[in-house]
Structures are given as C-alpha cells and as structure tokens.
Antibody, heavy 116, light 108 residues
Framework: EVQLVESGGGLVQPGGSLRLSCAAS????????MNWVRQAPGKGLEWVAN????????YYVDSVRGRFTISRDNAKNSLYLQMNSLRAEDTAVYYC?????????WGQGTLVTVSS | EIVLTQSPGTLSLSPGERATLSCRAS???????LAWYQQKPGQAPRLLIN???SRATGIPDRFSGSGSGTDFTLTISRLEPEDFAVYYC?????????FGQGTKVEIK
C-alpha cells in the first residue's frame, strides 16, 4: 500500500514562509507525478501544484504561482512545497497525492495556519 | 478553467436507499477525464471512480459513475452506513485541475 506522510505545517504570520515535505514509501516514487492539494477549514478541495516524475515540468494554480515552489528529490523519495509570502487565505490542510490525472493515493495532510 | 458544479449540496437519505449525485462542467470534459472522491471527517479523500465510470481498486460495485461531455453522475445503489460522507467530482482534462464544491450525503 502506498504511504505518503506530510510534515512541516504549523502557525506562520502573514508574509512568512514555510516548507512542507511529503515522504513517500512502499512504491516507486520516481515513476509518478506528484501533487499538492489543499483544503481550507470547512471548505472543498483545491489542487495547488504538480510535478512530473523527473521534475522537468511543474504547474501551479494561479493563486499561488510566483509564491509557491514545488520540488522533489527522487533519491530521498520526497516531495516538497516551499511557500513564501503566505496569506491568510493559504490557511488549509495540505495533502500530497500521487497521479497525473486522478489522484489514487493521498497522505493524511498537514495543517498550515497563516495568522498574526 | 473548467468550473464543476455539484448538486444537490446536501442529500438526506436513509440506509438502503439509492443516491444520485450530479456534477456539471462549464465546458466539455473530453475523454471523460472525470473522477469522483469520497471524504469522511478528518480523513483524506479516497478515489472512487476515474475515467467517469471506472471503479478504483477495492471500491464496491454499489458505486457507479456515468456521463460524458458536461454532465456526470455518481450513483450509490444502496447506501451503507459507511457511505455517509462528502463526495467531490474532479476534472483532469485541462489545467488547472478543478474540483466541484462537494455534495454531502447525510443520514435522514
């Protein structure tokens, strides 16, 4: 069974930065597109960013482009999301998920709270 | 960007009843690149259906998906107690990938 474990969430002030990590195991990480999907408290799901198997292609939702950077380290089976210039509206649970289209496997999420 | 609109917002049904959930797209979703997910409180979403009608691994056959173009449906033939949850549709035809706002299936 695919295992994905997110970490790095927490409380940060507006304008601050945070780096999320997603540790993958029990599958061949380097063979899969990876994604970050977020969910604001009590709200629906929003795809944030994705990255190709070898890291050569990256895509972002408009609301985070220029502020967030997705990356991966296939040698460490890890996915990252560097979040800069954070805003209150970035407050959400952030999930990592596998897949280039639909998302068959998800981590349990890490909560990011942007507040002063 | 493809906007997905789900209806109804809330569906109140009893165990054993049939649930029909709708997902309408603002433009055609080609190749039926549409998925459905189930989410329970405090849990990550779970993929139920992809390709509009293909059940994901381990999903019971009481869940079925149908539709094409702009209109898609998720049907749960006989609700089990564990099926009461929020359901989301998602398109992966174009970027950005987008989700519907969700339909909550609650116990009547």
């Amino acid at each position: 069974e695919v295992q994905l474990v997110e970490s790095g969430g927490g409380l940060v002030q507006p304008g601050g930065s945070l780096r999320l990590s997603c540790a993958a195991s029990t599958f061949t990480f380097s063979f899969h597109w990876m994604n970050w999907v977020r969910q604001a408290p009590g709200k629906g799901l929003e795809w944030v960013a994705n990255i190709k198997e070898d890291g050569s292609e990256k895509y972002y939702v408009d609301s985070v482009r220029g502020r967030f950077t997705i990356s991966r380290d296939n040698a460490k089976n890890s996915l990252y999301l560097q979040m800069n210039s954070l805003r209150a509206e970035d407050t959400a649970v952030y999930y990592c998920a596998t897949g280039s289209g639909s998302y068959p496997s998800w981590g349990q999420g890490t909560l990011v709270t942007v507040s002063s | 960007e493809i906007v997905l609109t789900q209806s109804p917002g809330t569906l109140s049904l009893s165990p054993g009843e049939r649930a029909t959930l709708s997902c309408r797209a603002s433009q055609s979703v080609t190749n039926r690149f549409l998925a459905w997910y189930q989410q329970k409180p405090g849990q990550a979403p779970r993929l139920l259906i992809n390709g509009a009608s293909s059940r994901a691994t381990g999903i019971p056959d009481r869940f079925s998906g149908s539709g094409s173009g702009t209109d898609f449906t998720l049907t749960i033939s006989r609700l089990e107690p564990e099926d009461f949850a929020v359901y989301y549709c998602q398109q992966y035809d174009t970027s950005p990938r987008t989700f519907g706002q969700g339909t909550k299936v609650e116990i009547k």
